[in-house]
Each structure stands twice: as C-alpha cells, then as structure tokens.
C-alpha cells in the first residue's frame, strides 16, 4: 500500500504565499504522476497541477503564473508552491499520485487525507 501524508496548509491573507509538502510511503515499487486537487462546498474536486514521472507538468488556467509544482523523486515527494494567493484559491488541498505498491502487479491512484488552505481577503 501507499500513504500520502501532506504538509503546509493555513491560514493566510490574498497575496501572500504558502508551500505544500505531500510524502508517499509505504510498500512503494514506482511513483508515477503526482499533483494536487483542490475541492470547495459545492464544487467537484479539480485539477490544480500535476506532474508526471517523465518532468512534464500541467496546471489549471486559474494557477498558471501563481502556483508552481516540483517533486523529489528520490524522496517521493511533490511540492505545491503557491503565491499571489487569491481568497477563490481557497479549499481543501489533496495529494494524488498514481503508483504501483510492491507485490502488486498494476498502478492505483492513492490520495492524502487533504490540508486546508484558507485565503483571506
């Protein structure tokens, strides 16, 4: 199996920055995409940024030029660097990454327990 463990969230005022920290461990064989949703009340979870194994990276339009995504692959860990924050950027953060656990012979899709983000105005 595979945890997701994130880090960073809070409280903070429009304009200001915050840094996501999000671990996989666990019985890891490959870590292959990792990235960050996001999910507001009464709103489906989105795509916030994504990075795959290979270095190609995507981000919703509404984060581009703001929010930055990086990873360490020897630590298995994908960070979210987000600046000029805007009080719509507010929700709940999840990890995601799709990997493949030791003795398990496909890829699943595993999701941190989430980390609030709040932005006030």
């Known amino acids: 199996q595979v945890q997701l463990v994130e880090s960073g969230g809070g409280l903070v005022q429009a304009g200001g920055s915050l840094r996501l920290s999000c671990a996989a461990s666990?019985?890891?064989?490959?870590?292959?995409?990792m990235g960050w949703y996001r999910q507001t009340p009464g709103k489906q979870r989105e795509l916030v940024a994504i990075?795959?194994?290979?270095?190609?990276?995507n981000y919703a339009d509404s984060v581009k030029g703001r929010f930055t995504i990086s990873r360490d692959n020897a630590k298995n860990t994908v960070y979210l660097q987000m600046n000029s924050l805007k009080p719509e950027d507010t929700g709940v953060y999840y990890c995601y990454c799709n990997a493949r656990a030791q003795a398990i012979a496909r890829n699943f899709d595993y999701w941190g327990q989430g980390t609030q983000v709040t932005v006030s105005s």
């Open positions: 666990g019985s890891i064989f490959r870590v292959n995409t």
């Open positions: 990075s795959t194994s290979g270095g190609s990276t």
